[in-house]
């Protein structure tokens, strides 16, 4: 088998070792007496609300509205799939988070309130607390996007501009919370996952206020006043109204990244698993395994080829130039460079939503020979890099890997074949 399938034979594993049809029906819980209110958000939210519904006993009441980015619906009956704006919030998702928290607050004791959630949620449920506008949330996400900022910071700022995240859709309700989540953060912590719409928020408005200083983001005075009179103060862990909360990850990165080691060995690969939180600088995390496949390549150690590195987690990338590209094109390109075309190393790198930043592939593959190729087509890495133009230079390699919306969200995933 060509270097190629292996790396994509290993991200179809990975996808499907995360998809929502198959991980949601395990983890149902029993109905209650009665009815069940379905509410969610992300890029798996659809596709979890075909499964509850696929589910779901017959004679038990069922009703709710889910949210995802345009593109990522799925059928359904009984839930109401509504498409909205991501990574940057828009009318539409306003209006259906209203909409959710007035259906929440009419809930009884005796039902149920039955959350499904995923990576994306933060921008979907984006019903801005009292005295925030949705242009003027929009104008911070957007700097926020290209800052360098790690997600936790994003969202400890998106939380307190919002009316339903860091714990408020849950404090809405009356009746008892169970929420499903699929993971696409770092440490599968709850209060971070769609920025914890049914989690307890540790975070405050100085925190917040300390995020929009270190990374120098713009904000209106109005928003300014209302984050320093606490006026979008969350509720904090310990807090009564989390008493009948229960939130369940039940999908991850680790799930994905033991899918894939399993698929390697199956090919007499040996897999090596450097973790699923990976995060800092897309471009120096590059550096740091270039210099590992070196290693293993030219000296056994600490394994004898053939080996696959296997990771996830979340990089981030500093925006400095006006090219395209998302992370793990960028993550790539710098692997590229540093590599400078070392025979028998090969990388793949994914997000397994099937986006990669905002373009219409969901990463890429690199090769021994991508540089050459680079070279004939007249491409500068190096400039490309500069510019943050990553999706450029595989897009004319005819390397991008276009997946569309998968549908699911496990965060990054990146494998680097040494043979």
Not at 80 to 92: F, K, N, S, T
Not at 230 to 239: A, I
Not at 284 to 297: F, G
Request: aromatic share 4%; proline share 6%; glycine share 8%.
């Amino acid at each position: 088998m060509a270097a190629r399938e292996w790396l994509l034979g290993s991200f179809q594993t990975a996808l499907a070792a995360a998809n929502p049809l198959k991980i949601v029906p395990v983890h149902l819980p029993e109905p209650p007496k009665g009815n069940t209110l379905v509410v969610g958000a992300g890029k798996a939210a659809a596709v979890m609300a075909h499964a509850v519904e696929t589910c779901w006993p017959m004679n038990a009441e069922l009703e709710g509205m889910v949210l995802t980015p345009y593109g990522h619906s799925a059928p359904t009956q009984k839930i109401v799939v509504i498409e909205a704006g991501h990574p940057l919030p828009d009318r539409q998702g306003e209006l259906a988070a209203q909409a959710m928290l007035e259906s929440i607050r009419l809930l009884k004791p005796e039902d149920m309130l039955l959350g499904l959630f995923s990576g994306g949620g933060s921008s979907l449920l984006c019903a801005p607390v009292a005295g925030v506008t949705l242009k003027e949330l929009t104008a911070i996400t957007q700097q926020l996007l290209r800052s360098g900022a790690t997600i936790q910071e994003i969202n400890t700022v998106r939380k307190h501009l919002s009316s339903v995240l860091g714990g408020r859709l849950a404090a809405a309700s009356r009746a008892p919370v169970y929420s499903l989540i699929i993971s696409d953060v770092t440490d599968n912590d709850p209060a971070q996952i769609a920025s914890g719409p049914c989690a307890p928020d540790p975070t405050t408005c100085q925190d917040a206020l300390a995020v929009i200083e270190r990374y120098a983001i713009r904000i209106s005075a109005q928003i300014e006043q209302v984050l320093r009179a606490g006026n979008g103060e969350t509720p904090k862990p310990g807090d009564p109204v989390f008493r009948n909360v229960r939130n369940r990850i039940i999908a991850s990165a680790h799930q994905s990244l033991t899918a894939a080691a399993q698929y390697y060995r199956s090919q007499r690969i040996t897999p090596l698993i450097l973790g699923d939180s990976v995060t800092g600088e897309a471009r120096e995390i590059a550096k740091v395994y270039a210099a590992l496949a070196r290693e293993i390549r030219h000296y056994n150690h600490p394994y004898k080829p053939p080996v696959a590195l296997i990771s996830g987690g979340e990089t981030t990338v500093t925006v400095k130039g006006d090219g395209q590209g998302g992370r793990n094109s960028e993550f790539l390109l710098s692997l590229a460079i540093a590599l400078d075309g070392l025979e028998n190393v090969y990388a793949l790198a994914c997000d397994t939503d099937g986006i990669d930043g905002t373009v219409a592939s969901a990463g890429a593959i690199l090769t021994p020979d991508s540089l050459l190729r680079a070279q004939q087509l007249e491409l500068n890495p190096t400039a490309l890099l500069a510019n943050n133009d990553s999706y450029t230079f595989f897009r004319h390699l005819n390397d991008l890997v276009t997946t569309g919306p998968t549908r699911t969200n496990v965060n990054d995933f990146r494998v680097i074949l040494v043979l």
